[in-house]
C-alpha cells in the first residue's frame, strides 16, 4: 500500500519560506516520478511542480517559477518543495503525488498521478 506524509506546512508571512517534505513507502520511490499540487476550497487542484524519477528534470507551473524548487533525496524515500517569496496568493492545501507507472515521461496533469498524499495547509499572510 502506498503511502505519502507531507509534513512541513503552516502559517507564514508574505515574502517569507517554507519547505515541504513528503515522506513515501510502499513504492518503489526511485522509480517513479513525483509531482507537488495544490488546491484551494471551491477550485481544482492545480500543478505546481514536478521531478523525473532520476532528477534529471524537473517543471514547475509558470506562477513558481523562480520562486519554488523541488527536489528529491531516494535514500530518504523523500520529495521536497522549497518555497520562498511566498505570497498570498500561494496560501493552499499542497498534495505530494507519484506519478503512475515507473520510469515514465514526466506528465503534469492530476489524472497523470495515482497516489496522493493528505495534503499540509500553507497560509501566507500579507
Known amino acids: 500500500q502506498v503511502q505519502l506524509v507531507e509534513s512541513g506546512g503552516g502559517l507564514v508571512q508574505a515574502g517569507g519560506s517554507l519547505r515541504l517534505s513528503c515522506a513515501a513507502s510502499?513504492?518503489?520511490?526511485?522509480?517513479?516520478?513525483m509531482g507537488w499540487f495544490r488546491q484551494v476550497p471551491g477550485k481544482e487542484r492545480d500543478f505546481v511542480a514536478a521531478?523525473?524519477?532520476?532528477?534529471?528534470?524537473?517543471d514547475y507551473a509558470d506562477s513558481v517559477k523562480g520562486r519554488f524548487t523541488i527536489s528529491r533525496d531516494n535514500a530518504k524515500n523523500t520529495v521536497y518543495l522549497q518555497m520562498n517569496s511566498l505570497k498570498p496568493e500561494d496560501t493552499a492545501v499542497y498534495y505530494c503525488?507519484?506519478?503512475?507507472?515507473?520510469?515514465?515521461?514526466?506528465?503534469?496533469?492530476?489524472?497523470?498521478?495515482?497516489?496522493w498524499g493528505q495534503g499540509t495547509q500553507v497560509t501566507v499572510s500579507s
Open positions: 503525488a507519484a506519478q503512475r507507472g515507473p520510469f515514465t515521461p514526466m506528465k503534469t496533469g492530476v489524472t497523470d498521478f495515482g497516489s
Open positions: 510502499g513504492l518503489a520511490f526511485s522509480s517513479f516520478n
Open positions: 521531478i523525473t524519477w532520476g532528477a534529471r528534470r524537473k
